[in-house]
């Protein structure tokens, strides 16, 4: 018989505690949550650039960063879970939640953190990676019933192999070759899940075809585009003093009280960054109608009649909800896919605007998604953050190259909304859109400029 999620998630929960004290007892070289004294979050609505954020300041060598976005270790904690049309991904401050939860919760945030490998006179993590990566598996597909000594073993096999063959470690050809292992085991695996090159993935794997459901039947931790986890190390405690941790995810925006009182000894800082509503919402656009971003299944609670995303001819579209789930997503799971997008991009900013006027937002600096489109341009916002952040900028910006793309659905391009422009125009007139936008200064009646 199948498992229920909750009971997946406690066989979940159960096999990452074997990794850990089987394979990396101590995660956080003897760091403690008091240790942590300075936390950067970058906050803003889904599609509005965070990824490629927080892919530049995690590669800087005094930034603690997780793996990915928290929210996925959230969902294992069954923290922000969809359980009635009437839950919601916010979590209030005041929650009642036993102390020793919400501490283990801020535990495995900081466990799945670490600085960046320099991989020039330094030895290879090898042990705190091969944790990683078994964690990882366990995260992205949780309906697999992974053998953990299996995985383990799987994993030192091609990590023995690439640090014996390669001069500089890569991580993605690394884990293209686990993944093909675990699909030669027989585990259903499908690497178009991850944010890999897709040339790379097709000339490895020319047979596996581009799925459009989701990579699982009832539950999703870790949102598709799965990453690939790259080496990180965890610094001594005494280095602490000059170490962020930095988070980033959408849903943050509802929960940013609760999060603040994870690490209640540390000096929260917030880089806002925001887009102007057309290409978020055709981004976000973008991602309901890829093979990613599934985040909620809601088969039992409601069914999906979203036009223009729904279908009886895709049947996990009738109850695969994507990205975040506002208050009141209820109300808009008939509504046209422009309308709910528009409402997500919406609800979050509006969120994240009344926390800074009520103040749970004080240390702050707003940064817009279009003012990194161009290298130059990019290269000014980072030294704002970094100043901001109190780091040096001198370990990214020196000799500063704009990254490839990340997490992106289709490649960044000027004024893409346009190709949607009939459908998502009405959308924008919303009043609630307008004046949101209005808040962060982009004029709806400028629209034809916004890129």
Known sequence: MDEKPKDKLNTIRQKRAYVFSRYLPDPTNGSRLEDVRNVLVIISASRSG???LYHLLSGHPDVLAPHGEEITLYKLAGLGAIDSVNDSHAIAEDIPLDPAQREALAFDILSDAGCPYPAVGANFPVETYLADSVQRLLLQWPEIDFDCDELYRSARGNIDKHLSTSRVFDAAQYWLDLLSNLILQGHPINPHFYDLSQGLIKHRHPSIKIPEEPPSSKLCLEEPPFIVPRPRFFPQPSAHPNKCLLLKSSSNCYR????????????FSFVYLTRNPAGAINGLMDGWLSNGFYSQNLNGLTTLKIDGYSSSHKPWSQYWWN???????????DKPLENVCAFQWRSANEHVIKNIENGVID???VIKYEDMLNQESLRRQLFKVFDFAQLDPEPILNEFKAPAYVMTVNPPAPKKWMKRRGIIMPALMDSDVISVASSLDYDIKTVERFV
């Open 50 to 52: 965070s990824s490629l």
């Open 256 to 267: 940013t009280g609760f999060m603040k009182k994870l690490y209640p000894k540390a000096r």
């Open 323 to 333: 990205f975040d789930s506002p208050p009141s997503w209820i109300n808009y799971v």
């Open 363 to 365: 240390r702050h600096l």
